[in-house]
């Protein structure tokens, strides 16, 4: 379907029963196929409407017998019993990752039975996510068979289309003012108090409901805002209660170290640690768009830490995750060393929480109407897309951006995220003018000039200095970058790319093994430093079982080194398939590999792995090494 365009056009899916589980598997499996095809199904999807679904394993058994009982038995059946855990974990991530991606979600129940039978109850109706599921009046096969173009559901999923999927990205409603999800479109009492839903053409006249919601321009007024709620401890365990607020302090200090972020620390929230609030009002009062809280639960000698992301204009939550492990006083301090820099890390950095959802937010508004401070915001949304528009849209507005106020102090990360889109132009050839590293090396100083502490500025002068193959003087700069942020993983493992390739394998591979343990759910790409070091090593059987956790077909680099790896090994079935998957995704790559590679890999990998594709079957013509823009030693391995 996705070779067909599935995805390349918003996406609103309907679902009945059993069809819901299945689309959160295809969400799921095309969120997780980062830089492939199928990725576009989860970007491009703009709500989810569930008529009937058993989302929680608490109704599964129920919910066999009465199909076994209406239909027969099947093995799909038999196995919603078996799966119960893995659904609850399937409906935790739809949960994490709708309010993420602000997919709207409205969900409905049947409220009669259907030969004696009530299969899908409130409770196992409920998604996790969007508002409290709506009952109607119909049984388990009628919900997914209205009767007449005005009934509840249609007119439901026309205002859901109209006014979340067929509005353009920019005007997008965000949530509504009094609820998490679609509630309000269908499950409010009318001016007279009657618990009859209301139709959305009786919705629209009400006073009350703000259907226009937040745009990206006012929540961001004034920054992106994060309040820091004090971690609260459940016991009256002194060590606990210093583990809770220990990790408060930890975790504002390692957030403050992302200058985008505006972190309003315990000290103004603490009159709301003592007392249930409602976080909408909580966020409010600091001017916080989004809010941190957690607990620390202490079972015997094992704590569980949870921490959530709450959204103060929706109330609902934007990421939430819980960390457990074994607790000492004595080793408390070792707990927060571990913990902090993930959980930091997972919010903060370029590729977590917040810069997905605010780079999202501003990808669609003309680079005209973005103050400088939003640019950066907006070029976050690059690395995700990765294509030359993105890049075109990210640069634009960057350089007017820097153009409004050129040596103004807060411009330092404007000046570095130029730098970093002008490398671009080098490394992937996206929009290519006149001179690119001398325009990022001039880019990155001017940053570093006026902010000598901004670690992304260092990120963009250390890979400016690669490319100009100046490696010791890209190597210092790498350190100073990390050293500067030692919690931003996405920066770290960037970094780690370019070190193993300019022979630094073994400090390479263990810094990115570190931006690993910083963010589990890395993008694939992360193992490609242990495919080279593997394959430098001759350890091609290895190299392969790395390149094979890459899991990104459509990365064309990873079908590279998968035809190098199976020309090495000498399987040619395997390495002809991977030759005509990056044929097809580089067409011209075999006359180009050296002009590819010569910017990023030393001379004798290079050749390396040239003499594996060669074996793999593909044609690459001999030429003079290409000229590099500056040069620099040999590195030593």
């Given at each position: 379907?996705?070779?067909?365009?599935?995805?390349?056009?918003?996406?609103?899916?309907?679902?009945?029963?059993?069809?819901?589980?299945?689309?959160?598997?295809?969400?799921?499996?095309?969120?997780?196929?980062?830089?492939?095809?199928?990725?576009?199904?989860?970007?491009?999807?703009?709500?989810?409407?569930?008529?009937?679904?058993?989302?929680?394993?608490?109704?599964?058994?129920?919910?066999?017998?009465?199909?076994?009982?209406?239909?027969?038995?099947?093995?799909?059946?038999?196995?919603?019993?078996?799966?119960?855990?893995?659904?609850?974990?399937?409906?935790?991530?739809?949960?994490?990752?709708?309010?993420?991606?602000?997919?709207?979600?409205?969900?409905?129940?049947?409220?009669?039975?259907?030969?004696?039978?009530?299969?899908?109850?409130?409770?196992?109706?409920?998604?996790?996510?969007?508002?409290?599921?709506?009952?109607?009046?119909?049984?388990?096969?009628?919900?997914?068979?209205?009767?007449?173009?005005?009934?509840?559901?249609?007119?439901?999923?026309?205002?859901?289309?109209?006014?979340?999927?067929?509005?353009?990205?920019?005007?997008?409603?965000?949530?509504?003012?009094?609820?998490?999800?679609?509630?309000?479109?269908?499950?409010?009492?009318?001016?007279?108090?009657?618990?009859?839903?209301?139709r959305p053409s009786q919705l629209l006249k009400e006073d009350s409901i703000d259907l226009a919601g937040q745009d990206a321009r006012t929540a961001l007024d004034g920054g992106?805002?994060?309040?820091?709620?004090?971690?609260?401890?459940?016991?009256?365990?002194?060590?606990?209660?210093?583990?809770?607020?220990?990790?408060?302090?930890?975790?504002?200090?390692?957030?403050?170290?992302?200058?985008?972020?505006?972190?309003?620390?315990?000290?103004?929230?603490?009159?709301?640690?003592?007392?249930?609030?409602?976080?909408?009002?909580?966020?409010?009062?600091?001017?916080?768009?989004?809010?941190?809280?957690?607990?620390?639960?202490?079972?015997?000698?094992?704590?569980?830490?949870?921490?959530?992301?709450?959204?103060?204009?929706?109330?609902?939550?934007?990421?939430?995750?819980?960390?457990?492990?074994?607790?000492?006083?004595?080793?408390?301090?070792?707990?927060?060393?571990?913990?902090?820099?993930?959980?930091?890390?997972?919010?903060?950095?370029?590729?977590?929480?917040?810069?997905?959802?605010?780079?999202?937010?501003?990808?669609?508004?003309?680079?005209?109407?973005?103050?400088?401070?939003?640019?950066?915001?907006?070029?976050?949304?690059?690395?995700?897309?990765?294509?030359?528009?993105?890049?075109?849209?990210?640069?634009?507005?960057?350089?007017?951006?820097?153009?409004?106020?050129?040596?103004?102090?807060?411009?330092?990360?404007?000046?570095?995220?130029?730098?970093?889109?002008?490398?671009?132009?080098?490394?992937?050839?996206?929009?290519?003018?006149?001179?690119?590293?001398?325009?990022?090396?001039?880019?990155?100083?001017?940053?570093?000039?006026?902010?000598?502490?901004?670690?992304?500025?260092?990120?963009?002068?250390?890979?400016?200095?690669?490319?100009?193959?100046?490696?010791?003087?890209?190597?210092?700069?790498?350190?100073?970058?990390?050293?500067?942020?030692?919690?931003?993983?996405?920066?770290?493992?960037?970094?780690?790319?370019?070190?193993?390739?300019?022979?630094?394998?073994?400090?390479?591979?263990?810094?990115?093994?570190?931006?690993?343990?910083?963010?589990?759910?890395?993008?694939?790409?992360?193992?490609?430093?242990?495919?080279?070091?593997?394959?430098?090593?001759?350890?091609?059987?290895?190299?392969?079982?790395?390149?094979?956790?890459?899991?990104?077909?459509?990365?064309?680099?990873?079908?590279?080194?998968?035809?190098?790896?199976?020309?090495?090994?000498?399987?040619?079935?395997?390495?002809?398939?991977?030759?005509?998957?990056?044929?097809?995704?580089?067409?011209?790559?075999?006359?180009?590999?050296?002009?590819?590679?010569?910017?990023?890999?030393?001379?004798?990998?290079?050749?390396?792995?040239?003499?594996?594709?060669?074996?793999?079957?593909?044609?690459?013509?001999?030429?003079?090494?290409?000229?590099?823009?500056?040069?620099?030693?040999?590195?030593?391995?």
């Amino acid at each position: 379907m996705v070779q067909r365009g599935l995805g390349e056009r918003p996406l609103f899916f309907i679902c009945h029963s059993l069809g819901g589980l299945l689309t959160k598997q295809i969400l799921r499996t095309s969120h997780d196929d980062t830089g492939g095809m199928l990725v576009q199904v989860f970007n491009n999807t703009r709500a989810v409407m569930y008529l009937a679904t058993p989302h929680t394993g608490a109704a599964l058994a129920s919910f066999a017998n009465a199909f076994r009982s209406l239909f027969g038995a099947t093995l799909t059946i038999q196995e919603l019993r078996l799966h119960d855990a893995h659904l609850r974990n399937l409906r935790d991530w739809y949960r994490n990752q709708a309010s993420v991606a602000s997919i709207q979600t409205a969900s409905y129940f049947e409220q009669r039975s259907v030969h004696g039978f009530m299969i899908v109850n409130p409770d196992s109706a409920d998604p996790g996510v969007g508002a409290n599921p709506v009952g109607l009046d119909e049984d388990h096969i009628s919900i997914a068979k209205p009767r007449e173009r005005n009934a509840q559901v249609c007119g439901a999923a026309n205002e859901i289309l109209r006014k979340f999927v067929l509005a353009p990205r920019a005007t997008l409603p965000a949530r509504i003012a009094d609820s998490s999800g679609i509630v309000a479109l269908c499950d409010l009492r009318n001016a007279h108090g009657s618990h009859e839903p209301l139709r959305p053409s009786q919705l629209l006249k009400e006073d009350s409901i703000d259907l226009a919601g937040q745009d990206a321009r006012t929540a961001l007024d004034g920054g992106l805002c994060v309040a820091v709620l004090p971690f609260k401890s459940t016991s009256g365990s002194a060590d606990l209660a210093a583990l809770a607020e220990e990790l408060t302090d930890d975790i504002v200090a390692g957030m403050i170290r992302f200058s985008y972020l505006r972190i309003i620390a315990p000290d103004s929230t603490q009159h709301y640690a003592a007392r249930a609030i409602d976080l909408r009002v909580a966020g409010k009062q600091p001017a916080a768009r989004f809010v941190m809280k957690g607990t620390v639960r202490q079972e015997g000698s094992t704590v569980r830490i949870s921490v959530k992301i709450v959204d103060t204009v929706s109330g609902t939550d934007r990421w939430s995750d819980r960390y457990q492990c074994a607790f000492s006083s004595d080793a408390r301090f070792k707990l927060q060393d571990q913990l902090v820099p993930r959980i930091v890390s997972t919010v903060a950095d370029a590729q977590g929480v917040l810069a997905k959802f605010v780079g999202e937010s501003l990808r669609n508004r003309p680079p005209d109407e973005l103050n400088p401070y939003e640019a950066v915001l907006r070029s976050f949304a690059y690395f995700k897309h990765l294509s030359k528009k993105e890049h075109l849209l990210a640069r634009t507005a960057l350089k007017l951006a820097v153009a409004k106020a050129p040596n103004a102090p807060g411009q330092s990360e404007a000046w570095a995220w130029l730098a970093i889109m002008y490398r671009e132009e080098h490394a992937h050839g996206f929009n290519r003018l006149p001179d690119p590293l001398g325009r990022a090396s001039k880019a990155a100083h001017r940053a570093i000039e006026l902010n000598s502490s901004n670690h992304w500025a260092h990120l963009a002068l250390a890979s400016v200095l690669y490319y100009q193959r100046d490696i010791p003087a890209f190597r210092s700069v790498a350190k100073e970058s990390i050293d500067s942020n030692p919690m931003d993983g996405s920066s770290m493992a960037y970094l780690a790319s370019l070190l193993t390739v300019s022979g630094r394998w073994k400090l390479g591979c263990a810094l990115m093994r570190k931006a690993q343990r910083l963010n589990p759910k890395h993008p694939g790409w992360y193992w490609i430093p242990a495919v080279g070091k593997a394959y430098a090593d001759g350890d091609y059987s290895r190299a392969l079982y790395f390149a094979l956790m890459i899991k990104m077909p459509n990365l064309w680099i990873s079908q590279f080194l998968l035809a190098a790896i199976y020309g090495q090994l000498g399987d040619k079935e395997e390495a002809q398939k991977a030759v005509k998957k990056l044929r097809k995704l580089k067409p011209t790559f075999a006359h180009k590999v050296r002009e590819e590679f010569e910017k990023r890999y030393e001379q004798e990998f290079l050749d390396h792995l040239i003499e594996g594709l060669r074996k793999a079957g593909m044609e690459i013509p001999d030429r003079t090494r290409v000229e590099r823009p500056t040069p620099g030693r040999r590195a030593v391995r």
